[in-house]
């Protein structure tokens, strides 16, 4: 069965997505330790169980007072001395006009992890460290700078409120308040908050398995040294790596032989174990059909011209008895990573859970001419800057020629996003307004 690219047809950029991230397969969800839960999506509601604090616990290193006991620290002693009410207050060095310090009798110390239950009578102070539990009837802490530290008196220069720098029983989180959500990220603070809640595992959607296959006699890997008419096999490590920026857990298979039996035992292998097959290297006239035959009865891989420069001819279909999404990518390292980003990667992030799978894209204006092929979308390296006078984002294309070189990794190597050219443009000027996609920040 001929393919559309062997007709001469062309699909659209647009249309061939559609179809790609329509196969988007997610993994089921699983329960791992919350220590290798950082950056996958929640799948599961985490609801606590136990307050947080589970105790009042001291806010800040101090002493813990009843707060009426220091209320007139650091307030103005009266003109009149001989009518002051002290409330049974000891004042120290008591100056009319002067702001007043009251001194305490500290009868304890409480440290972060004590059992012992320490209460407090009233008009005395007990000093405490963060974290340290709060003594019976103590409604405050008086910070250390506010006091002369002393150890076995204390004299305070400040007043404190009833409440004032203690963290209260389920001030954090109270039972039955969900702690994480199910579709958020887990980041470093839905990992502590899980720790605080004791919730040893989560249930969370892993990361796609990928699996990358090269595909070329030319291939060596890189632990040989090239013969005559051998390369590097580049591609199975750049877009293993690329797949592993996008959030997949990724298998380099390597290369596989050319050989019909043997290139189906390798594919039909990685099927079992992916939720995505990438081959690269085959694409164009006799190779690719030759990968199609070879894998015809796995089910259909069509070969198809997109209107996309570069990475204009590739291939897609979905293989085995789960009907595992399978890309054909071409062989040219910078036209694989520029489809790999185009095609692949939203439907890695669309496996994930993630509500926006593509890239970020802003609007920027070109600090030069740009060129692109008329009829096709054009993915060009570009290197995105911003005014420091106006914010405006400025962008320029890498490269000698106005449209770069799609065969040089290395300017790859130097870009910050891709250049998106509209098909039916086929040159920007100095100034022009385009779309650019961000590209993963580098350093």
């Known amino acids: 069965m001929p393919t559309s690219g062997e007709r001469g047809e062309m699909r659209s950029v647009e249309d061939h997505l559609t179809r790609v991230t329509a196969a988007a397969v997610a993994p089921r969800p699983v329960r791992v330790a919350i220590s290798e839960a950082q950056g996958l999506m929640c799948a599961e509601e985490v609801v606590t169980e136990r307050p947080m604090p589970g105790f009042d616990q001291a806010a800040i290193d101090g002493y813990a007072v009843r707060a009426v006991d220091v209320g007139l620290a650091g307030t103005d002693a009266p003109a009149d001395l001989d009518d002051f009410d002290t409330a049974g207050a000891e004042l120290i060095d008591l100056v009319a006009g002067e702001p007043i310090i009251v001194g305490l009798p500290v009868v304890g110390e409480v440290s972060p992890g004590s059992r012992t239950p320490t209460r407090l009578q009233p008009r005395q102070a007990v000093r405490v460290e963060t974290g340290a539990p709060m003594p019976t009837l103590a409604d405050a802490v008086v910070p250390l700078r506010w006091t002369d530290g002393g150890s076995s008196r204390v004299k305070v220069g400040h007043g404190v409120e009833s409440g004032d720098y203690v963290r209260r029983v389920g001030d954090d989180v109270q039972p039955g308040d969900v702690a994480v959500r199910a579709g958020s990220i887990i980041g470093p603070a839905q990992v502590g908050l899980l720790a605080a809640v004791g919730q040893p595992r989560v249930l969370v959607h892993p990361r796609p398995r990928l699996s990358v296959i090269s595909v070329g006699s030319e291939l060596v890997d890189i632990d040989r040294s090239p013969g005559p008419g051998q390369i590097y096999d580049v591609n199975s490590y750049a877009l293993a790596a690329a797949a592993r920026d996008a959030g997949a857990d990724v298998n380099r298979v390597g290369i596989a032989e050319r050989e019909a039996s043997r290139m189906r035992e390798v594919v039909e292998a990685q099927l079992i174990r992916s939720e995505i097959v990438v081959i690269c290297g085959a694409i164009g006239g006799t190779a690719s059909k030759a990968v199609a035959d070879a894998l015809a009865d796995l089910g259909e891989l069509e070969i198809v011209r997109i209107a996309m420069h570069p990475g204009s001819v590739q291939g897609f279909g979905r293989l085995g008895r789960d009907e595992v999404p399978t890309f054909l990518l071409p062989a040219n390292p910078v036209s694989a990573l520029v489809t790999f980003e185009v095609m692949v990667r939203p439907l890695i992030r669309i496996a994930l859970g993630k509500r926006q799978p593509m890239r970020r894209v802003i609007t920027a204006r070109t600090v030069g001419p740009i060129a692109s092929v008329e009829g096709r979308k054009g993915y060009l390296r570009g290197q995105l800057m911003r005014d420091e006078k106006s914010g405006e984002y400025l962008v320029q294309v890498i490269g000698a020629s ?42």
Do not use: K
């Not at 130097?414 to 993963?440: H, K, Q, W, Y």
């Open 402 to 443: 106005p449209t770069g070189s799609s065969h040089l990794l290395a300017e790859l190597a130097e870009a910050n996003c891709l250049i998106m050219v509209d098909p039916e443009v086929s040159e920007l000027r100095t100034g022009d307004e385009v779309e650019v996609s961000f590209l993963a920040q580098r350093g």
